[in-house]
């Protein structure tokens, strides 16, 4: 099962930024790929997705304008990453964040925030943000 590890999270105060980084090897440079959250006493949600090519990407309307992922799949250095640029943050963006690899190859502009599609999950990464 491919292994996912994630960079460090942080705290900023709302309307900081912050970068997060998923990093693998394998297969997921072929796969969709994606960034979820989860604050306390609730559901995890999807945050966005990247299809394998990179030219497609999905976001949750929470988060769109503020949120930017890419991915990069090792053309130049060997390391296949995901990287979540977040801006303009805002207390209710305060979660743990998880990036994840889904089974399949293609990103469904309906499916990809369903986390059961998904079958390789990093470590998660708490990030807080005050107001």
């Known amino acids: 099962q491919e292994q996912l590890v994630q960079s460090e999270g942080g705290s900023v105060q709302a309307g900081g930024s912050l970068r997060l980084s998923c990093q693998g090897s394998?297969?997921?440079?072929?796969?969709?790929m994606a960034w979820f959250r989860q604050a306390p006493g609730k559901e995890r949600e999807g945050v966005a997705a990247?299809?394998?090519?990179?030219?497609?990407?999905?976001?949750?309307?929470s988060v769109k304008g503020r949120f930017t992922i890419s991915r990069d799949n090792g053309r130049h250095n060997g390391e296949k990453t995901v990287t979540l640029q977040m801006t303009s943050l805002k207390p209710e963006d305060t979660g743990m964040y998880y990036c994840?690899?889904?089974?399949?190859?293609?990103?469904?502009?309906?499916?990809?925030?369903?986390?059961?599609?998904?079958?390789?999950w990093g470590q998660g990464t708490q990030v807080t943000v005050s107001s």
């Open positions: 994840a690899a889904r089974s399949t190859a293609g990103c469904s502009s309906t499916s990809w925030p369903a986390a059961e599609l998904y079958n390789a």
């Open positions: 394998g297969y997921i440079s072929t796969v969709c």
């Open positions: 990247i299809s394998p090519s990179g030219a497609h990407t999905y976001y949750a309307d």
